[in-house]
């Protein structure tokens, strides 16, 4: 067909909420042409391949291209463009993901039907019009939205398939099948079937899809009444006049909780009844594989086809969103299904695609299970903190001994040690975004130095007595005491850069033993630079809070080689008699001295930090 500007002899007037593919199969049906003629009628033509109308028309139809079809068909350019998707592009996300950028092909999302949508046949049937009588019923744009699943006005569940090929079968493909065929109802599946003989050409199915499925009743659940009322509450959400970006960010809750419960079955087995429960088991087996060559072999992003699964498992994502305990419901899912680092979960790396487009509360909810922030400067940028009333600086390297004991000792089991650590870094990361290493290294904690939990997988902690689901709880009840602090906070940074390379005077150290009682064996007491080097340690450990193995070594690093080596043979032995519960007499009185001292040197330091901080003020 010749392209021309000049309108048909006769048009077709579309439907409300018919989509660009339904206009285009019934007004080719009534001029005996095919869709791609009628593309070529039009300025789409430099749009389209060959052979095939491109993926892109249902999505929104640039100016120019709308001005040629409507004058083409005898309608208005908002009629025209009313037949795509873009009026819900900026409430539904997978919508502008799929929207090609200048000079970038098409790439849809999974959470859209474009070449298979599903239908509801009392729709195609029509209305009873005489236009509908011949050309049949439209196919509405909404059930190009996997959000679809029932149709409301017949109260019966969206078919997914042909009832005589079976096809689509989950198979993407284009706009229209079979586009250049002219001979097809627009009820008519146009998916094509092998031929029987090598001699034949390929033919369309061409089974009608406007007539009542013939399985037994049994096979065809209908919707219950709460299903059709969740249904009309996601309708609701595409047209009402409720905030774009609020309605936005549900949608993307709702398609990542959704594939927190496929990701993670069947550990959700039990949000659903034993028909759903089934299909919800076949469906994740088929998209995530079940070849048992590897959990993380196929970690994909779609929603069911079969409208009664997609239906259960929205509903079921859409409970679970409601629940006042979201961020405890999200790591039993997470850290039951998985024995591997939470940011490395199938569920984390889906969350991680979409984490800029959801809430708030699901990102903070979600922040234990998949330790991710939001990120700024761009998809490779760096990450961005959580909304936390304390700073970095006011966490110790080591966690406040009674932080620990009244949020943490609980649940460490053997791991208290690995529990204080991992909680200090995860706190200040909290804080300050970024990485956990960054974090680490706020604290003065290098990675060649420690391995943090969190890096680690769940059995090393469960193995260790500690559950890491209860350590989420206590962390995230510790940070919300901190968020109003009972006393000042303490600038734990402000104190580690005070004592960087810092060790104890000679004089000051004379002045320290000089205190110590006097005993027979006090002559035989070793007080020279080693042991001042520990006992510096020691100070360190409490003015800072810190480990021990972390703190600086300047005495030592200053000795030749030879001596450094010594040193370092005796200074686990040396640091024990320091640290040990029950130390010996002349450690105890060592003890008490510097731990006076450490409180003198505490308030000197912490004076110079009000002050600095006054005159930053």
């Given at each position: 067909?010749?392209?021309?500007?000049?309108?048909?002899?006769?048009?077709?007037?579309?439907?409300?909420?018919?989509?660009?593919?339904?206009?285009?199969?019934?007004?080719?049906?009534?001029?005996?042409?095919?869709?791609?003629?009628?593309?070529?009628?039009?300025?789409?033509?430099?749009?389209?391949?060959?052979?095939?109308?491109?993926?892109?028309?249902?999505?929104?139809?640039?100016?120019?291209?709308?001005?040629?079809?409507?004058?083409?068909?005898?309608?208005?350019?908002?009629?025209?463009?009313?037949?795509?998707?873009?009026?819900?592009?900026?409430?539904?996300?997978?919508?502008?993901?799929?929207?090609?950028?200048?000079?970038?092909?098409?790439?849809?999302?999974?959470?859209?039907?474009?070449?298979?949508?599903?239908?509801?046949?009392?729709?195609?049937?029509?209305?009873?019009?005489?236009?509908?009588?011949?050309?049949?019923?439209?196919?509405?744009?909404?059930?190009?939205?996997?959000?679809?699943?029932?149709?409301?006005?017949?109260?019966?569940?969206?078919?997914?398939?042909?009832?005589?090929?079976?096809?689509?079968?989950?198979?993407?493909?284009?706009?229209?099948?079979?586009?250049?065929?002219?001979?097809?109802?627009?009820?008519?599946?146009?998916?094509?079937?092998?031929?029987?003989?090598?001699?034949?050409?390929?033919?369309?199915?061409?089974?009608?899809?406007?007539?009542?499925?013939?399985?037994?009743?049994?096979?065809?659940?209908?919707?219950?009444?709460?299903?059709?009322?969740?249904?009309?509450?996601?309708?609701?959400?595409?047209?009402?006049?409720?905030?774009?970006?609020?309605?936005?960010?549900?949608?993307?809750?709702?398609?990542?909780?959704?594939?927190?419960?496929?990701?993670?079955?069947?550990?959700?087995?039990?949000?659903?009844?034993?028909?759903?429960?089934?299909?919800?088991?076949?469906?994740?087996?088929?998209?995530?594989?079940?070849?048992?060559?590897?959990?993380?072999?196929?970690?994909?992003?779609?929603?069911?086809?079969?409208?009664?699964?997609?239906?259960?498992?929205?509903?079921?994502?859409?409970?679970?969103?409601?629940?006042?305990?979201?961020?405890?419901?999200?790591?039993?899912?997470?850290?039951?299904?998985?024995?591997?680092?939470?940011?490395?979960?199938?569920?984390?790396?889906?969350?991680?695609?979409?984490?800029?487009?959801?809430?708030?509360?699901?990102?903070?909810?979600?922040?234990?299970?998949?330790?991710?922030?939001?990120?700024?400067?761009?998809?490779?940028?760096?990450?961005?903190?959580?909304?936390?009333?304390?700073?970095?600086?006011?966490?110790?390297?080591?966690?406040e001994p009674d932080w620990y004991q009244r949020h943490l000792a609980s649940c460490s089991g053997s791991a208290s040690k690995t529990v204080r650590r991992t909680a200090a870094v995860r706190l200040v990361q909290w804080a300050m975004g970024g990485s956990q290493d960054e974090a680490a290294s706020f604290l003065g904690i290098t990675s060649a130095q420690a391995h943090?939990?969190?890096?680690?997988?769940?059995?090393?902690?469960?193995?260790?007595?500690?559950?890491?689901?209860?350590?989420?709880?206590?962390?995230?009840?510790?940070?919300?005491?901190?968020?109003?602090?009972?006393?000042?906070?303490?600038?734990?940074?402000?104190?580690?850069?005070?004592?960087?390379?810092?060790?104890?005077?000679?004089?000051?150290?004379?002045?320290?033993?000089?205190?110590?009682?006097?005993?027979?064996?006090?002559?035989?007491?070793?007080?020279?630079?080693?042991?001042?080097?520990?006992?510096?340690?020691?100070?360190?450990?409490?003015?800072?809070?810190?480990?021990?193995?972390?703190?600086?070594?300047?005495?030592?690093?200053?000795?030749?080689?030879?001596?450094?080596?010594?040193?370092?043979?005796?200074?686990?032995?040396?640091?024990?008699?320091?640290?040990?519960?029950?130390?010996?007499?002349?450690?105890?009185?060592?003890?008490?001295?510097?731990?006076?001292?450490?409180?003198?040197?505490?308030?000197?330091?912490?004076?110079?930090?009000?002050?600095?901080?006054?005159?930053?003020?």
């Amino acid at each position: 067909m010749r392209r021309t500007t000049d309108p048909l002899p006769r048009s077709l007037e579309s439907v409300s909420g018919e989509s660009v593919v339904s206009y285009l199969l019934r007004l080719g049906h009534r001029l005996s042409l095919s869709p791609l003629d009628l593309i070529r009628a039009t300025d789409w033509a430099e749009r389209a391949h060959t052979h095939h109308v491109p993926s892109s028309l249902l999505l929104d139809l640039p100016r120019p291209q709308a001005e040629a079809f409507a004058r083409l068909t005898r309608q208005t350019v908002e009629e025209i463009s009313a037949l795509t998707l873009a009026q819900w592009r900026d409430r539904y996300p997978p919508i502008a993901r799929s929207a090609p950028g200048p000079g970038h092909r098409t790439r849809l999302d999974a959470w859209l039907f474009v070449s298979s949508p599903r239908f509801c046949p009392s729709c195609l049937a029509g209305d009873g019009t005489p236009a509908q009588q011949v050309h049949g019923g439209p196919w509405h744009k909404l059930w190009h939205l996997p959000v679809v699943f029932t149709c409301i006005k017949h109260r019966t569940y969206l078919k997914a398939d042909c009832p005589d090929c079976g096809q689509p079968h989950d198979t993407p493909g284009r706009l229209i099948q079979r586009a250049n065929d002219h001979t097809l109802h627009p009820a008519q599946c146009r998916w094509t079937i092998d031929a029987q003989t090598q001699k034949r050409k390929s033919r369309a199915c061409g089974g009608r899809l406007d007539q009542p499925f013939t399985q037994p009743a049994t096979a065809q659940p209908q919707p219950a009444a709460d299903t059709l009322r969740f249904q009309q509450t996601l309708l609701d959400r595409l047209t009402a006049p409720a905030s774009a970006t609020e309605t936005s960010e549900y949608f993307t809750d709702l398609r990542l909780t959704a594939a927190l419960i496929s990701t993670t079955w069947p550990q959700g087995w039990h949000l659903f009844d034993t028909d759903a429960a089934e299909r919800i088991d076949l469906y994740s087996r088929t998209l995530h594989g079940d070849t048992g060559k590897g959990q993380y072999q196929r970690v994909r992003d779609a929603p069911p086809r079969d409208a009664i699964a997609c239906g259960a498992l929205l509903m079921a994502a859409d409970r679970l969103l409601s629940r006042e305990d979201l961020p405890e419901i999200l790591s039993d899912f997470v850290i039951a299904a998985f024995k591997n680092r939470p940011s490395r979960t199938p569920w984390a790396l889906v969350f991680d695609r979409h984490e800029n487009a959801c809430s708030e509360r699901l990102r903070q909810a979600s922040e234990p299970v998949t330790r991710s922030f939001r990120r700024v400067n761009g998809p490779r940028g760096v990450r961005a903190p959580l909304q936390t009333v304390y700073r970095a600086e006011h966490i110790p390297a080591f966690l406040e001994p009674d932080w620990y004991q009244r949020h943490l000792a609980s649940c460490s089991g053997s791991a208290s040690k690995t529990v204080r650590r991992t909680a200090a870094v995860r706190l200040v990361q909290w804080a300050m975004g970024g990485s956990q290493d960054e974090a680490a290294s706020f604290l003065g904690i290098t990675s060649a130095q420690a391995h943090f939990a969190a890096r680690g997988d769940a059995r090393r902690w469960l193995r260790a007595g500690c559950d890491p689901v209860e350590f989420d709880k206590a962390l995230r009840a510790l940070a919300t005491e901190l968020q109003t602090p009972r006393r000042p906070p303490t600038d734990y940074r402000h104190r580690r850069k005070a004592l960087n390379d810092w060790v104890l005077s000679v004089d000051d150290w004379d002045a320290l033993i000089s205190d110590l009682p006097r005993s027979p064996y006090s002559t035989h007491v070793d007080f020279g630079d080693r042991k001042r080097q520990t006992a510096s340690i020691y100070v360190w450990t409490l003015v800072t809070q810190g480990e021990h193995v972390f703190a600086p070594h300047p005495l030592e690093a200053a000795q030749p080689a030879t001596v450094q080596q010594q040193w370092a043979k005796r200074r686990n032995t040396t640091w024990f008699q320091f640290a040990r519960p029950d130390p010996m007499r002349h450690y105890a009185d060592l003890r008490q001295n510097l731990t006076k001292y450490a409180e003198r040197l505490s308030r000197d330091i912490d004076m110079t930090a009000s002050v600095t901080h006054g005159a930053k003020a």
